[in-house]
Nanobody, 121 residues
């Protein structure tokens, strides 16, 4: 088990920004990803990053607005979310992934507990 802990969710107006964090000492050993889910829908990949941070992949819907970064010394990954839209509202999860492409939930092995993001129009 990898005890991933997410934080940084909250409520913002459209056009605003949030920064999500995901921490566990074991993060430094894994490819990592951010995923999101809304009720009744499948969990979708948002962004994934390689263990060495030399490669990342994004969902088309967030390209140019979201950035995934990692700090292996801190055992953390981050998701900087800018220009948020109401359709970005979801529960966001971080996870270890076996591969970063495609960045899909099927690749995930260990999950965090999730953090809620709500974007008001």
């Amino acid at each position: 088990q990898v005890p991933l802990v997410e934080s940084g969710g909250g409520s913002v107006q459209a056009g605003g920004s949030l920064r999500l964090s995901c921490t566990a000492s074991e993060v430094r050993y894994y490819n990592m990803g951010w995923f999101r889910q809304t009720p009744g829908k499948e969990r979708e990949g948002v962004a994934c990053i390689s263990v060495s941070a030399d490669s990342s992949h994004y969902a088309d819907s967030v390209k140019g607005r979201f950035t995934i970064v990692r700090d292996n010394a801190e055992g953390s990954i981050y998701l900087q979310m800018n220009n948020l839209k109401p359709e970005d509202s979801a529960t966001y999860y971080c996870a270890t992934v076996t591969a970063i492409s495609p960045c899909i939930a099927y690749q995930a092995t260990y999950w965090g507990q999730g953090t809620q993001v709500t974007v008001a129009a």
